[in-house]
């Protein structure tokens, strides 16, 4: 499970999330889909920085909690910049009732599963993504228990 997963801050000092705990699962959900993580980098971020993000690179004007860059050259191989914004992952988890870090765990998922090729424009898109998110999700709390 050698993978090269880096984790980094921008604007928000270190979260309480033990980002060792997710490795295993990012592993599973890319050899599961036939994919290599060559390297991934999550940025944790603010909201301000995400929407800056949105609007310089996307042209949305809007909040979101997730920006996933594929930056992959060669197929099956993955290679990314996820950028999250650690104020909308709070604030979802307190709207849905959730754990914090449950919530993060299942954004942090929600990129990889874009670069495995989920998409979730649509409504089906969206329950394909919803199911594969809560299936890594629940494998992430039971070595997590």
Sequence with gaps: MDINVNFHYIEIDSIQYNTS???P????ISTDFGFFITEINYIFCTDDYLLKINQDYLNHDYYTDIITFDNSEEERQ???D???SIDRVKEN????SLLFEEELTRIICHG???LVGFKDKTESEQKEMRKNEDTYLSLWNESNS
């Design 21 to 23: 705990s997710i490795i």
């Design 25 to 28: 699962t990012l592993s599973k």
């Design 78 to 80: 993955i290679e990314s």
């Design 82 to 84: 996820i950028f999250i």
């Design 93 to 96: 988890a307190q709207s849905l």
């Design 112 to 114: 990889l599963l874009h």
